[in-house]
């Protein structure tokens, strides 16, 4: 017998994702490993996904791998290897979206003094709709109304309902593929089997199905980590499905939304109830439990639901409500919203259209610099699903389809069959565009369970990727084919990462036209198709002339290619500093491949995490890069900044950028460079606003910076509302004349801005006094001595009558603008 003892030094303690990596070592042997807590004496099978949960092993606590067999001494060697290198990046600590509930509200709401509730706001948005409750299912209550069975039939319904509780996760909703992943990996461990099976006091199968719920929820709930204890959701939820499917029908009664609705549960909505009930009419979801990291948050993120959770006290305000508004961004539910916040929600929803309308146009096209170079913005996936998705978001294109999640969490590699309709489905809502898929991505730092690689030193140098296609033939072979043949869907860029020398170009451009050849041969058809490579080995630099008699294109992966150029392992603490994209020498690195893959004639694409950074985008331009792959959220901005830069000022940037000496110096020209393509002056017609109707000083303030926000003007139209507010709550604003002057000095403005707002009807604006004409100063908090200039001239200004009536009486913007900008002298 031997011993192998550690501490438990993950954030989140022994979840599902670090119990997995540890299940997939332990399956190689017939030694028995136990995992013992010997912090909170518990015990399990480190067999055993589920068990190890059920440990509730949290950080910090004491553990001990006790490991007896045949081979005990291999299994002993390769958990002490694992527990060493690679257990600690198992997990991360989770980036919590900051709690709302103590949040301040916009100060519109305070104003407006409505009925509500706060909670969580954990899926960003904002919602409108009539309150829909939604009950927990007691499956006890349920087995009470179904007749006894004896133990064998019950064990055949049990089984019958389990296997087709699998088969249901294999092939259900594709926009939840990675949360079905994850239930499915807990549903098919032995340990959830032998729960189910082992309840001979069961009255029925129902009841044993509720008796396995409770029975693998306990030690979750019992377990001192919030993270762990959200886990039960997937527990019930399972045992859900099964008892649904052991019925032949929905456990709940008809869920279909007919109008738009706000759905409110007294406990937690479990990620199978959320599947069915998504439809357009879903506005968002209010629930009593459910934190962050549980599958029903991660789902309703997924598809743009807003949801609040943690609500307490809710049950006497949403039944007998007939109308709910949901802004979870504050963390706030409204009951029955009175006039005035039914005017707030109109104003927000007005001003997230013009957002949306503002970045319209650059979804519909490719963008153009303001020399009119044309760039190419794509994205980067992981699931075929996301497809729809980012080009909603205005991609141009895929510039990065990441294979692995295809092959991940499973025991046996997707077959051909099963890729050609994951590529295919891509190529089909691409309808055209560019889209490049990546071959399988993985090796010795992404262990897949049924490849068995061996344990190394330095994985991220050693076995992976192209350099284990020629071991792994069969799983490689099948790719391809899968790919080509989605080549007659639609054009396909087909991508291979790690390459480093020209005899793996050589290999792969053979190996590619054999499997094309084959094809041909078997009457199968195939389209367009180019071959590629990452440039993420810096060797690459120097094979791109003769690689051009192989490939069609390259693309550099930004991040392995820093890494490796700087002999750094990003994630290691104690060299993580040298990995900085900024620095002189990689900025010449990249300019250098660009340059030698244009004049090879090879076309190039940038695929990493720099191609996001807003301040890296004119050192990329002056590179020569004009195709650019990112997430979808930093499509939209990115095709804004890129209108405003010249591409030949981008060059001379790029030049001076790495004759610098440090990154830090990089980052301070990049800055003042950016700052000076991006001014935009204090007056602009746009900042006026003409002859509105509006009902209370609340609605003009809120118009005029929600105008700000829209003309990105100010970081958040909120955050400038509450800092006007503030100045407001020191002395009224109003200067006489009919004439309010608001204003303020904040962090949060972005460019010094004059607003201006004309109402039809007088407004009160306080202790007796009526407007007519708002004038709004916002100013940059460094800008100190400009706020109290612009401040003081426009009051003297104001004093003179001809000034104030020509204020009133001109009917264009522009004229207006013109009149202040020349009284004003700016």
């Known amino acids: 017998m031997l011993t192998l003892d550690f501490i438990c030094t993950l954030p989140n303690g022994i979840h599902a994702r670090p119990a997995s990596e540890i299940e997939q070592r332990t399956q190689r042997f017939n030694a028995a490993i136990t995992l013992i807590n010997r912090s909170k004496k518990t015990q399990v099978d480190a067999k055993s996904v589920l068990g190890m949960i059920g440990a509730d092993i949290t950080q910090g606590d004491s553990c001990q791998f006790l490991i007896e067999g045949d081979d005990q001494q291999a299994a002993f060697e390769c958990l002490e290897a694992f527990m060493r290198n690679e257990f600690a990046d198992c997990d991360e600590l989770l980036a919590l979206t900051p709690e ?62 389990w296997a087709l509780t699998q088969k249901n996760l294999n092939s259900a909703d594709p926009g939840a593929a990675q949360v079905l992943a994850a239930q499915l990996k807990l549903l098919s461990d032995p340990a959830f089997k032998s729960c189910l099976l082992s309840h001979a006091s069961a009255r029925n199968a129902l009841q044993a199905i509720a008796l396995t719920a409770q029975a693998l929820s306990q030690p979750l709930l019992n377990s001192s980590s919030q993270y762990l204890r959200e886990r039960v959701i997937d527990i019930r939820d399972l045992c859900q499905g099964i008892a649904a499917n052991l019925l032949g029908r929905p456990l709940e009664a008809q869920m279909t939304l007919t109008q738009d609705s706000i759905v409110i549960c007294n406990g937690t909505l479990t990620p199978g109830q959320f599947l069915r009930l998504r439809n357009p009419h879903l ?48 963390g706030v539910l409204v009951a029955n919203p009175d006039a005035a916040m039914e005017n707030w929600y109109r104003l927000e ?82 309808e ?29 140098l050693g076995y992976r990727a192209v350099r284990m296609y020629p071991q792994f033939h069969e799983i490689f072979t099948t790719q391809a084919r899968a790919l080509l043949r989605a080549s007659a869907v639609g054009p396909v860029n087909i991508m291979v990462p790690m390459v480093a020398t020209l005899a793996e170009i050589q290999w792969l451009h053979s190996q590619f036209a054999h499997v094309a050849q084959t094809l041909q041969q078997e009457d199968i058809p195939i389209g367009e198709w180019h071959l590629g490579i990452m440039v993420e080995v810096p060797s690459t630099l120097y094979l791109l002339e003769k690689a051009a008699n192989y490939l069609d294109f390259v693309s550099i992966g930004s991040n ?44 190039i694409s940038l695929c990493g995490e720099m191609a996001a950074d807003k301040q890296m985008l004119p050192l990329l331009v002056g590179m020569g890069l004009t195709q650019l792959s990112m997430a979808a959220s930093a499509i939209t901005p990115c095709k804004e900044a890129l209108k405003v830069l010249d591409v030949q000022q981008c060059r001379q940037l790029l030049e001076t950028a790495i004759g610098c000496d440090t990154s830090e110096e990089v980052t301070e020209c990049v800055e003042h460079f ?30 005029l910076t929600d105008n700000l926000e829209v003309l990105q003007r100010v970081v958040s139209g909120a955050l400038a509302e509450r800092a006007i507010w503030e100045r407001e709550a020191v002395f009224s604003t109003a ?60 009051a003297r200004k104001l004093m003179h009558s001809d000034f104030r009536e020509q204020l009133q009486m001109l009917s264009d913007a522009s004229a207006i603008t013109e009149l202040l900008s020349a009284e004003l002298a700016l």
Request: aromatic share 6%.
């Open 735 to 794: 200067l006489g004349f009919s004439v309010a002057i608001p204003h303020c000095k904040s962090p949060h403005v972005l460019h010094s801005s004059i607003s201006l707002l004309r109402v039809k009807s007088p407004l009160s604006w306080g202790e007796g006094v009526d407007v007519q004409l708002v004038i709004m100063l916002t100013v940059n908090d460094q800008e100190q001595d400009n706020h109290m200039k612009i401040f003081s001239r426009l």
């Open 100 to 161: 709302t509930h103590n949040q301040p509200l916009p100060v519109f709401i305070e104003h407006a003094q409505p009925v509500y509730l706060r909670g969580n706001g954990v899926s960003k948005g904002i919602g409108r709709g009539v309150p829909l409750h939604i009950d927990s299912v007691d499956l006890y209550e349920l087995s009470r109304h179904e007749p006894e069975t004896d133990i064998p039939r019950q064990q055949q319904q049990l089984l019958e309902a």
């Open 674 to 703: 950016m700052r000076a393509q991006s001014h935009k002056p204090v007056l602009a017609k746009e900042l006026l606003l003409l002859d509105k109707t509006v009902s209370s000083k609340e609605e003009a303030i809120k118009l």
């Open 560 to 603: 392995d290619l820093a890494q490796y150029f700087l002999a750094c392992d990003r994630g290691n603490p104690y060299v993580r500093h040298l990995y900085d994209y900024r620095n002189p020498t990689f900025l010449a690195l990249m300019r250098d491949i660009t340059r030698r893959a244009q004049a090879a004639g090879l076309a």
């Open 349 to 430: 929803t007005q001003k997230q259209q013009a957002i949306a309308r503002r970045s319209a146009p650059l979804r519909e096209q490719q963008v153009a610099t303001s020399d009119g170079s044309t760039f190419s913005v794509l994205a980067n996936i992981a699931l075929a699903v996301e497809a729809q998705s980012v080009f909603a978001h205005g991609a141009d294109g895929v510039g990065l389809f990441r294979t692995e999640m295809l092959f991940c969490e499973r025991s046996l590699p997707p077959d051909e069959e099963e890729q050609y309709q994951a590529y295919s489905e891509v190529l089909k809502s691409a």
């Open 283 to 330: 506005k968002g979801i209010v629930m009593g439990d459910g934190g962050e990291t549980s599958h029903t948050v991660i789902l309703a993120r997924s598809f743009g639901i807003p949801l609040l959770c943690g609500v307490t006290q809710r049950e006497g305000l949403t039944r007998t409500a007939s109308m709910l508004l949901l802004d979870s961004r504050y």
């Open 432 to 460: 055209g565009k560019k889209i490049t898929i990546r071959t399988l991505d993985i090796g010795g730092d992404k262990p897949c369970e049924f490849l068995d690689l061996p344990k190394e030193e330095n994985p991220f």
